[in-house]
């Protein structure tokens, strides 16, 4: 149960300051050394108890960038 950040991020940074778990990361912090933005898949709680839809998803102007892991 999780989001991933795929690699059409263009590191706007929209969607690190939304997250309430904190499990977004910016790219310098990347754990993959891949130049994106990145989530730890087991932080995010896919905004369950926070907000009505993932959070970072209705932030991210890219569409698509951000999907569904599970
Ligand atoms: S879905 Fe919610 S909890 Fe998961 S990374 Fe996005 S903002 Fe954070
Ligand atoms: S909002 Fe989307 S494009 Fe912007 S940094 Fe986050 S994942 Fe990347």
Redesign the pocket.
């Known amino acids: 149960m999780a989001v991933r ?1 795929t690699d ?9 300051d939304e997250c309430p778990v904190e499990a ?1 990361v ?2 310098s912090d990347n754990p993959t050394d891949a130049e ?2 990145y989530v730890y898949e087991d932080k995010c709680v896919e905004c369950v108890g926070h907000h009505a839809s993932p959070a ?1 998803m209705v ?4 569409e698509g ?2 999907i569904l892991v599970r």
């Open positions: 950040i059409t991020c263009i590191s706007c940074g929209a969607c690190i977004i910016d790219d994106i933005y970072c932030a991210c102007p890219t960038c951000i």
